[in-house]
């Protein structure tokens, strides 16, 4: 056997949005480490500006990763629907582009790892090739226990008081994500299309680490939640890459946190898809000031920051709020893309108001700062009983409700700032946290032996 017959050479297929594509551009730089062939298929165009500059630094960084472009068809779904959810569509109808783009590679692939939206086109393809092939599901492994078991969940009608998960813990009604309530909605159909295919997969991996999720890591690989469960490798917390991510010169708001004392700040994102109404961004900016604290807070205007920005900072936040934030001069607001990485990991900064994105909740674990948590679609409300539950590391007021239940209120929001920033007891758990996340990743830590053996295994089949 020749030295370079024995590289593995890994496919990856990410998904739409920055949720889904910065973890599989993590996972990519830890394949380079492990000293992998990595050939990372890239969905085009991209939905957001923001996707496009990360996959720009990430090649110039690591210019030994071969670029496949997967130029995509058009979506079958039109007017009004969620630009993320279309790209969604466009690469599920676009998946069978992959076989001549994959079986010709040299040197041939060892395993294919694609995005968890992506089972049911992919599994065709990677089966014909007849290569090893995974997902990386980029949420919690709770989340991946429910999205697992909901078929099954799904016969009934969801009447009672949620989903008892085998193994598991039980889901309730309100946490359920909302478009899966939707009998004829299109996740519903995909999560049920797909979901009994994990059975089909080589493996799962998962971007978390046994420390804060061992029970249900343990339920799944005993195929107490699904019988026949692959293995599910839980890899992570996914480590922000400095050679890729916040190359840029520091933005205000690093210069700006540079000037705040130790742990004075929160934090307020949600993420990188959703934008708030205009009355709640205003409730929230009444809650920031109200609080006393000060406050990084980063605004979304629009969903997708290709859009035209036709409002700025102050049409956004009305005058009135806008001044009286100025007047204050305790806080900043920015209406652009900021380096989250570098956020959480500042000195200052000493509580996180978060959406509970999963990259954002495993960010705030690897830094160790305690969230304030405002689930508002999708998996977060399970992600938030994980921070409350599991990580221990955070609060969640549960009758704010999702996105737009109602609206939640300036004293309010104002109350749960003090109440996360004043709690000394969150600050040292989140530190605990922090400190297993990086002993997971370190050298003999449970995420790294998993990596290291799955690397193992594939070099050897090669
Ligand atoms: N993010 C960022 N800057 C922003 C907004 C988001 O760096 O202004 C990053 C954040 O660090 C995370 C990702 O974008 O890695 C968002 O993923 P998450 O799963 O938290 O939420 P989603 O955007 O999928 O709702
Ligand atoms: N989802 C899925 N299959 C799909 C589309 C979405 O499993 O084809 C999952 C998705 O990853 C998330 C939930 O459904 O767990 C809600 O999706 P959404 O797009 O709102 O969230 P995000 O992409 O930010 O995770």
Known sequence: MSSSSCVAHVALLPSAGMGHLTPFLRLAAMLCHHHCHVTLIT?????????????????SAFPQVNQLNLHLLPSSHTANADPFF???????RSCHLLHPLLSSLSPPLSSFVYD????????????????PHYILFTSSASMFCFYSYFPKAAESTFDGDGIDIPGFSSVSKSSLPPQLLDRDGIYRKLFLEDSPKVTKLHGVFLNTFEEVESKTLKALNAGEVVKDMPPVHALGPFVPCYEFEGLGERGESLKWLDKQPNGSVIYVCFGSRIALKSNQIREIGDGLVRSGFRFLWVVKGNKVDKEDEEKGLEGVLGIELAE???KDNKGLVVKEWVDQRQILDHSAVGGFFSHCGWNSVMEAAFYGVPILGWPLLGDQKINAEFVVSNGGFGIWKKDWGWEGERLVRGEEIGDAIKELMRNESLITKAEEVKMAARKAIGVGGGSEINLQKITEQWKKSQ
């Open 43 to 59: 969905p085009k165009p991209t939905v957001s500006n923001a996707e496009s500059n990360l996959l720009s630094k990430f090649f």
């Open 86 to 92: 279309l790209q969604f569509d466009a690469i599920r």
């Open 116 to 131: 968890m939206t992506l089972i049911s086109p992919v599994l065709p393809v990677a089966t014909a090739i007849g290569v």
């Open 324 to 326: 009286r934030i100025t």
